[in-house]
């Protein structure tokens, strides 16, 4: 199967043209995060969702939320898929995927192969694994991957200077991009593009 991209990060009506633009498989939105400089208020969510090209998924990124809370924001807005990347439990991921009608992801922070393995328990439609909190720009030690056993997006300093390496050494579900296509802490409409064209040429 083809590896698919996802830009993440997106708060502003230019970055929903340059995605439409460059049409990655996902988009995604850091929600209620106020310690991220890409965070956004839900509330402006549904407008730039009703921007956004439909060929690519909406995914709400969201970090030790209230269960509740997510749900509301997913149901108002249109978000089509859910990504949980803080310190998540079992339960929650569960009932979170059971209720919200949309595919979860989750994210892990790896250090370790154990962090990967362990990972492998995780009632969520993929796994996403990353360095530390997330958006930090920051590669982990790839060699923990060989432990992976199901579909996983794979984060943490991925562009295109390791793009290559990461899909034809792993062959991860999808690469996902924050950091590396951004200039001066704003999305880059060119960087966006440059990735998802060399993401599309490699696979
Ligand atoms: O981007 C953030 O600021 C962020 C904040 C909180 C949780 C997740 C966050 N981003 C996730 O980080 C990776 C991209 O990282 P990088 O910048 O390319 O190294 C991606 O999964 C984002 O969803």
């Known amino acids: 199967m083809k590896t698919k991209i996802k830009i993440c990060g997106l708060r502003r009506k230019e970055d929903i043209v340059y995605v439409n633009a460059a049409r990655p498989d996902y988009c995604g939105f850091i929600l209620n995060v106020p310690q991220s400089r ?10 730039l969702l009703e921007e956004l090209d439909p060929g690519i998924v909406p995914v709400g990124v969201f ?17 089509k898929m ?7 439990g079992e339960e929650m991921v569960r009932t ?4 919200a009608g949309v595919p979860v992801i989750k994210a892990v922070s790896v250090k370790s192969r154990e962090d ?13 694994f990353d360095c530390g909190t997330g958006g ?6 790839w060699s923990c991957l060989e432990e992976a056993k199901q ?7 991925i562009g295109i200077h390791n793009m290559k390496e990461a899909v034809e050494r792993f062959h991860p579900f999808a690469v996902d991009l924050s950091s590396s296509v951004e200039t001066d802490g704003v999305k880059d409409e060119k960087k966006i593009a440059d990735a998802v064209h060399m993401l599309r040429s490699l696979t």
């Open 116 to 128: 990967v393995e362990r990972a492998a328990g995780f009632p969520a439609d993929y796994l996403l």
């Open 151 to 157: 579909p996983y997006f794979l984060a943490g300093g």
């Open 63 to 79: 970090v030790n939320e209230d269960t509740n809370t997510i749900l509301r924001i997913v149901r108002e807005s249109g978000l």
């Open 96 to 99: 979170i995927r059971e209720t």
């Open 82 to 88: 859910i990504q949980l990347h803080g310190q998540e």
């Open 38 to 47: 890409r965070n956004m208020d839900p509330e402006g969510l549904k407008g």
């Open 136 to 141: 930090t720009g920051r590669s982990f030690d």
